[in-house]
């Protein structure tokens, strides 16, 4: 049975530096090769990812070590550079530790964003995708073990795991900014080889707009002790049936750099909702 609370008590008093008496409401998580949304705000403070209990250090190219305080435009964030996942070996149940951590701190929203692939052709490589809902195709699940609060924690409902009104309002934000995103359901697929062909058909089949290796265990955590999500794809490759070239970790990085700015700002421009 996992019970975070010593962790979680420990790795608080890790971070207390970073925290001031000015509240922090929103949790940054980012994708692969997202990290440099923060570039887009400034800086508060930082420490390194194993410095924190209980947290995994990501050690996949393209994710940041470091967890701190960003302000965007006067609204503070508590920011996770980077992420581990399932592929590198790590129990499920550790995947959601970030989020438990900002909730311990009294974040209420988290947004989470990550890198995904397009699974049907009307998506575009450069279009980020709003995600409405997530099929679970992992075999695992974050919340196998964890010693909750409550029945309601034992068996969260996850009907509107994704705020429908956050998901609405980024939508909308971002035909106001000129930022192409549309609305659509994750796959959370364990990785680390990308879908073959087959797979890819059967994902679209079963409803599924874009696959991707996270964001899952993060929602899930988020859900069973009550964070609003507001989970962010950014589309960086079209797979297999429609995909042009041969597909490499490098290429997903290099064209998530590409949409940092827009994330950014449709992030910074989301703040003051997601912190009402």
């Not at 008093?13 to 922090?24: C, F, Q, W, Y």
């Not at 009307?122 to 992992?138: K, P, Q, T, W, Y």
């Not at 364990?190 to 874009?210: F, I, K």
Request: glycine share 10%; net charge negative; hydrophobic share 45%.
């Amino acid at each position: 049975m996992f019970d975070f609370k010593d962790e979680l008590r420990v790795a608080v008093k890790a971070i207390s530096s970073l925290l001031s008496d000015t509240p922090t409401k929103v949790a940054l998580i980012s994708g692969s090769g997202l990290g440099g949304v923060i570039d887009e705000a400034v800086l508060v403070s930082s420490v390194d990812y194993g410095r924190i209990p209980g947290l995994p250090v990501p050690a996949v190219p393209g994710h940041g070590r470091k967890v701190g305080i960003a302000e965007f435009g006067g609204c503070r964030v508590l920011f996770f550079g980077g992420r581990a996942h399932l592929y590198e070996g790590h129990p499920t149940q550790r995947l959601g530790m970030a989020v438990r951590i900002a909730a311990a701190v009294g974040v209420d929203t988290l947004v989470i964003t990550c890198a995904a692939g397009a699974l049907k052709p009307g998506i575009a490589v450069g279009n980020i995708v709003v995600i409405r809902d997530h099929i679970n195709l992992s075999g695992a699940n974050p919340l196998i073990g964890v010693k909750p609060e409550s029945d309601e924690q034992r068996f969260p409902d996850t009907s509107k795991l994704y705020d429908p009104e956050l998901a609405a309002a980024a939508r909308e934000k971002a035909d106001e900014l000129g930022i192409a995103a549309g609305e659509g359901v994750y796959a959370w697929v364990s990785g680390p080889s990308y879908e073959t062909p087959a797979e890819v058909r059967m994902l679209s089949a079963m409803g599924a707009d874009v696959a991707g290796m996270s964001l899952v265990p993060e929602s899930l955590t988020a859900a069973q002790i009550g964070l609003r999500v507001l989970a962010l794809a950014c589309v960086t490759n079209a797979h297999c049936d429609h995909q042009e070239a041969e597909l490499t970790h490098d290429e997903v990085l290099e064209r998530a750099d590409s949409m940092v700015t827009s994330l950014g700002r449709l992030i910074k421009e989301m703040l003051p909702i997601l912190s009402d």
